[in-house]
């Protein structure tokens, strides 16, 4: 099997025995067919047929796959709306999100320099230990007239001190050297900012914009707490509403067009909410680590 | 040459300013550092606008736990009453039930969380194939970037009540049972599905610790004689107990808070007694139900506790000998 590539062992260990190897090999199978089996019976029932979920049949591969369910929600409606909206959200939020914690933790960087940076800094950290609680937070969006509009899912959030500590860590690790040469070369904190310390963080700004972008597409707190009307709420929403809650969907049903059976309808649902994360994760895996270890350790 | 370098070190250095310290108001030096450095606040002014609205300006609003508030009177006209919503807060069962159920539920997913992220650490590190361990990896990673409401769905697609396990067990002819909807399986079910988002993720930050033991202890070790277990006990052990002892007490200074969007997405179907725990009793009782004042002051005296239990954490952590978070 593959486990027995000897490439990376060092000299020293010993030949592993059949039967620890094969104890080790049958844990993880476990732990890995239980992480993806659900998500497996979901895509699977999202895709079968009316016959396929028929009396007792269980449906792990469909034997008469149908993309009516999609169908069904890409026609428009209800749900195609919701993922219109969180796309919406994603995508400017993550952006907007990405510039505050960039030039935030750019012009914290250099706190021995830049008098008054260093009280700010202390402003930052002190929010790690304290939130002002659930209902302080629903007042203020109330009284900067915020309810119900779609800047309200995306401005409390901008930045988390948590990022931005880890952004931070990173830019005050780039050289020195780097950033003087370019002055003395003319270059202005703008130039500085956008041509050295950007490119040089490609890949912790990957992950802080991963954990951005994951923590938007998948809010349903805010949206829950700050807009009431159903005709704006995002996919969480709209998946708890209707999988969760078990409520009938409503959507553009063309008249004359087989119904596909509910279940599928909500298994469709989830998958779609899935599928933008599936996307971009393998993306931006390869950073995982180095990304992640930056700040996990000592902000 | 050594002589020259130090002499010119000394020459570099600003003049030591004693009574520069003293005053209050900048002086011409720091003056001058302001002007040369101006740009940078444009970098630092919208953050800083942002830090004092919406994470300062909000602590304001607890005032509200002092008050009998009406959204209607607003925080200027509401009746003051003091610490009458503490007293109720004492009195009032609900919350006593809230507080118990938080700390058996963040307990538990500590418990199970440590040995279990441990354990799978160590059960990867030791995978000897490389590909093979990277495709675990990512596979194990994953659920720790779904939301909550994907994975609650996707969980109750197989054990909800019209869900798989349901139908083998109608298949099979026993009868059915809905463990989402149980109010005695909440909380096994609460740690099982935190353990399922959050064990893969968890391990990143041990293999990276494990990573780092250098590798003439193992060498010594075998030197020595020691066998796989005895290096595991003596050497790999030892080597991530810095960090493991780091996140239990940073994860116990949360305990007040973590498990929030969890647990209101799956209150409802098990009702109040076995789900509730505090931050869903705010939102419950205060945005739902109107009862400001109260849930405000439940809000506060959560919000106090954990920022006291957050910093006696970081000390004990101080105390043990770990590097803590600030």
Known sequence: MAVQTNAAAPFWRERPSVLSQSLKLAILVVVVVVMVFPFWYVLSVSLSSERDLQGANISLFPLHPTLLAYQTILQGGVVFNALLVSVGVTVIGTFACMVMTTTLAYGLSRTNDVPGSRFV??????????????IPNYLLVRFLGMLNTYPALIVPGLISAFNLIVVRQFFMNIPADLTDAAMMDGANPFQIFWRIMLPLSKAVLAVVALFYGVALWSDYFQPLLYISNTAMWPIPLVLRLYVLQGQALSGAQQVGQPLPPATTVQMAVVVIATVPILVVYPFLQRYFTQGVLAGAIKG | MIQESTTTAVAIRPRPQPLARLRWWPNAHVWSKVRRERWMYAFILPGFLFFVVFRYLPLLGNVVAFEDYSPYLGFFNSRWVGLDNFAALFTNPAVGN?????LIINGLQILCYFPATIGLALLLNSLISVPLKRVIQSIVYLPYFIGWVVLVSVWASVLGGDGLLNHILGNWGLPPVNLMRNPAAFK?????????KNVGWGTIIFLAAISKIEPYLYEAAVVDGAGPWQRLWHVTLPGIRGIAVLLLILNLGNVLTTGFEQILLQEPAVGAQAGDVLDTFVY????????????AAVGLCKGVFGTVLIILANKVAHL???????
């Open chain 2, 188 to 196: 096994p079910m609460m740690v099982l599905q935190y353990l399922f």
């Open chain 2, 320 to 326: 043990l000998g770990e590097q803590g978070v600030f």
């Open chain 2, 284 to 295: 419950f009782q205060g945005i739902l139900a109107g009862n400001w004042g109260l849930s």
């Open chain 2, 98 to 102: 809230a507080l118990l159920n938080t």
């Open chain 1, 121 to 134: 800094l202390f402003l930052v950290l002190g929010t790690l230990l304290f939130n002002a609680g659930i």
